[in-house]
């Protein structure tokens, strides 16, 4: 058993994290401001876990005892132009907050970073492809990577950076704030609303299941062979946004043609990732395909 501590613990990947830890037998506090994460995503388990309400950017009132820190809270990607001062506050001066108190802890942390801080100007994408941050987020993501190799090289924290494809899956939500295109597109279509895709909806993405991410994620927990890496996690399939919409439209038997807006501030064209460091590290593989986890979410909304 080990003492965990997971940031954003109550939000999409969090709660579906925290829920495999408990399963282990682990003794697991998660702490979570519920700015975008949801209290009932942890009804089911809610005595099993400590649950703190707690904003990273100030991470007040912790007491230095764990093992190993998920680091998951995170400002949105979407809003960093918006408000590039709280991107800074929550994911790098977050960070540092969840490193000190790592430092004292002497606890590993296994962080989720963002694979669209990479050059994603040629496909297939891995981890010796040149980074090229194109929002606020992506900076400051990639600067909380610096901060983790800082401590390393000062203190000796062990770290394992995972950098996410798109994730979906059961339990992510649309909010004014954050507009995931898989639950965007069900939720609209569910409501007999017109989806919007912006730009062509030729620009691609690598989907990857929130029960993939996890698996990553735990089997992080152990592997030796995984500290001090940067691990990219996808699918390593490339679908574009008009194929998405496509399938949602087929697998829920509604059609409706979507409206075209401009391209969004720093989007990326294309996205397929190279997943073999992780495979050949973790002996992890993603399993879930699009359409299975797709069908999955709509069978519970």
């Given amino acids: ?29 998660v702490i979570d401001d ?49 408000n590039p001062q709280r991107d800074v506050e929550v994911n790098v001066i977050g960070m540092v907050n969840v490193l000190e108190l790592a430092r004292k802890s002497e606890a590993k942390v296994i962080f989720s970073s963002n694979s669209g801080i990479y050059d994603t100007s040629k496909v297939p994408i891995d981890e010796n492809t ?5 929002t606020p987020y992506d900076l400051d993501k990639l600067q909380a990577e610096n901060y983790l190799k800082l401590y390393n090289k000062t203190y000796g924290i062990k770290y394992v950076i995972f950098r ?41 993405r690598d989907f990857i299941n929130v029960k993939d991410i996890v698996k990553a994620l735990i089997l992080a927990l152990e ?6 890496e ?25 059609t409706i043609i979507p409206i075209h807006k401009p391209a969004q501030l720093g989007d990326v064209r294309r996205m397929l990732y190279d997943c073999k460091k992780a495979q050949n590290i973790l002996g992890w593989k993603p399993e879930i395909s699009l359409e299975e986890g797709i069908t999955e979410i709509i069978n519970q909304v």
Avoid at 52 to 68: E, M, R, W, Y
Avoid at 166 to 176: A, H, K, M, N
């Fill in 34 to 82: 519920l700015s975008n994460g949801r209290i009932e995503n942890l009804a089911y388990i809610k005595d099993r876990i400590t649950f703190l309400k707690n904003d990273v950017s100030k991470l007040t009132g912790l007491q230095a005892n764990f093992d190993v820190i998920y680091h998951l809270a995170c400002f949105p990607r979407s809003l960093s132009f918006e």
């Fill in 230 to 254: 940067t691990l990219i996690l996808g699918s390593g399939k490339e679908t574009s946004i008009n194929e998405l919409y496509g399938l949602i439209s087929r697998l829920l038997g509604v």
């Fill in 1 to 29: 058993m080990k003492r965990i501590l997971v940031t954003g613990g109550a939000g999409f990947i969090g709660s579906h994290l925290v829920e495999e830890l408990v399963k282990l037998g682990n003794n697991v506090t």
């Fill in 223 to 228: 592997n030796e062979k995984a500290v001090n």
């Fill in 164 to 204: 996410f494809a798109t994730v979906y899956g059961t339990r992510q939500r649309v909010s004014p704030t954050w507009k995931p295109v898989v639950m965007e597109f069900i939720t609209k279509l569910k409501n007999k609303e017109t989806p919007i895709i912006y730009g062509d909806g030729e620009q691609t």
């Fill in 130 to 134: 040149p980074d090229n941050p194109k």
